[in-house]
């Protein structure tokens, strides 16, 4: 073969250019070297699954490293999101492993059953002991249960309810008792009213002179207050309304026939009380209800509302309106007029103090007389110290929470003190250590038959075990107006303590007619008892034992 040599233009030295066939044959020799050189290629490995399922067993090969889904997929077999699978979908894959295909289905059942009816038992002392009347037939109620199954492989393995719906509630039979007072009968002052089974009842004159003045049976106990005069008697009422939970009304306590005053307010939880001093005008605070615990979102407003003798109504301007009420503001405070109504104390987790009026209606100002460390509940509700005004109203009286040594908060504290605060300026003066959360304390009228001028006594309740006083069982306690003469009234030595209430008690307004000294009701057991506040003597009165609240004017 002959080489031509060219000199190509432009550039410096000589190029070879050999003849194109001569470079390609070139190329394809080097091309079959190298592929005579490289190493071969791995195949990649083949495993074998058995999968079980619908009754057959099937036999299945997937690449190494495919999940139990991919052999599911290789072998045409689809699981259902009830199903179960043995190991589970993402399990990776060994050789000769074996799948387990179950397959699960449910249906859905409704079936009805009766609700059975309770039986009620109201005691009435105004029947012979032993006579019983029926007063209410009771009726069984219906309800629809939905029931789930749930079967494998075809066969049932479980039923369970999974919603249940009351198509008629069951009414309860009520049958009447008469267990006729087996207590003497005394002269009593005033009028004492006291709830019992959700209806009102009234003592005027002797304790055995006793008499219905509502018999709705849904009086719920909220509020539960005579008027200064004895004549009306506010409550509220639970009625089985959506978003309500209860309603505010009035009743004429005199003999005459009761009569029964809507007073068209909703939603009443922590106070609601008459104006001394005036003819018949009603203080209110309200609450929104809540699906959620506590049951409200409390307004810590103050609203008026005025009512004649004759039950008309009247709107007055709010003295406060809705707001934050400080510290776990969401439960609500409470509050408490003064013995001649020219002033309101409140009470709340973070403090105690007077409502000022304000210049505008609703526009009225918290001034705190008392700042209370708040207590930790964790729970959902919020400790209220109690308050009581002296009767001259110079004074209030309620619960300071202290800090106790080796707490790890302040708020943690189990230490509360019964204590003072003179409104005319001064600190705060503590009465009594250790009295207890739930002292709930209540100061007498002035006793000048018994003390001379001016003195007056505040009972309040003294827990057993002072530092778990959120469960201790307490005694009805008095002492005199700066503290002393501390004296354990009630119940006797070695009789059960009286469960912890904000509504315990109230003090006679006059003195017992056939002692001479004044007295005090108490609701012990759920019966009512006097409590003669000199001499520590006791005598019940009631043995219905379904009393839950009090009043006596």
Known sequence: MKTINKLVPGQTGLYLIAPIKTWLALLLVCAMFLTGCAAPQATQAVISITIQADGKELQVKVPA??????????????ADPLDRLDPPSYTVLKDGLKVSLVRVTEDFKVEQSAIPFEHQILRNESMPEGESRLVQPGVNGL??????????DGKEVSTSPVKTVVIKAAVPEIMMVGTQSPFGSYPLPGKLAYLLNGNAWLIEGTTGNRRPIVT?????????????????????????????????????????????VDLKIANIVHYAGWKPGSAYVIAYSTVEARPSAPGWQANNDLNLLSMNRSGELRKLPAELDTNMGGNYGWWGMTFAWSPDGSAMAYTRPDSVGLLEPGKDPGAGVLKSVLDIITLQTRSDWAWVPGL??????KTLFTVKHV??????????????????????????????????MFAYPLASPFQK??????????????????????????????????????????????????????????????????TGDYTLAVIYQKNIWLVDAATGSSRQITGDNQVSRLDWK
């Open 449 to 514: 038959e018994t003390l001379g001028d001016d003195n007056y006594q505040v009972a309040y309740l003294q827990a057993i075990f002072p530092d778990q006083s959120e469960t201790s069982r307490t005694h009805v306690a008095v002492i005199d107006q700066d503290g002393s003469n501390r004296r354990l009234l009630f119940p006797a030595e070695g009789a059960p303590g009286m469960d912890p209430m904000q509504e315990w008690g109230a003090w006679s307004p006059a003195p017992m007619p056939d």
């Open 216 to 260: 709705t049976g849904d009086l719920d106990g909220s509020v539960f207050s005579l008027s200064p005069d004895g004549a009306w008697l506010l409550f509220t009422r639970h009625l089985k309304q959506d978003s309500t939970i209860n309603t505010l009304w009035a009743a004429r306590t005199s003999q005459e026939g009761s009569q029964l």
């Open 403 to 436: 800090p106790t040594p080796g707490a790890a908060s302040p708020e943690e504290s189990t230490s509360f003190d019964l204590a003072a605060i003179p409104l005319s300026g001064g600190p705060t003066m503590p009465l009594v250590s250790q009295a207890g």
């Open 388 to 393: 009581t005004w002296a009767p001259n109203g």
């Open 65 to 78: 490293g495919s999940t139990v889904q991919d052999a599911l997929t290789a072998a045409g077999v689809a």
């Open 143 to 152: 309800q629809e249960t939905t029931y789930r199954h749930l079967y494998e």
